[in-house]
Nanobody, 123 residues
């Protein structure tokens, strides 16, 4: 499975941004997907994940109520809607995938990774 994320950019605090990740390959439609992020000088952290059927979703506490993950299996696309952005959300955002059941949590074995897309939130 190949993953490509896009949609990053510069936004002011309080604003919103929508990231998308397109999956290609034979098992793209049955791949659980997630978003991770990594800020400069910090470890990579889990943002949220969604199962391949869109039923199960998990989010990091830091983004609950502000970020929403959705997927469109007809387009092999997973989206991350980010609202009420703060400078602390500045990071490179990566999409990841796994083919393990319905696993969409941080602890899952995220086997597939895309290149990051940079999100910068100005104060």
């Amino acid at each position: 499975v190949q993953l490509q994320a896009f949609g990053g950019g510069l936004v002011q605090a309080g604003g919103f941004l929508r990231l998308s990740c397109v999956a290609s390959g034979r098992t793209g439609r049955t791949t659980n997907m997630a978003w991770f992020r990594q800020a400069p000088g910090k470890e990579r952290e889990f943002v949220g994940g969604v199962s391949w059927n869109g039923i199960y979703a998990n989010y990091a506490d830091s983004v609950k109520g502000r970020f929403t993950i959705s997927r469109d299996n007809a387009k092999n696309t997973v989206n991350l809607q980010m609202n009420s952005l703060t400078p602390e959300d500045t990071a490179s955002y990566y999409c990841a995938g796994n083919g393990d059941g319905y696993c969409s949590r941080n602890e899952c074995r995220w086997k597939y990774w895309g290149k990051g897309t940079l999100v910068t939130v100005s104060s």
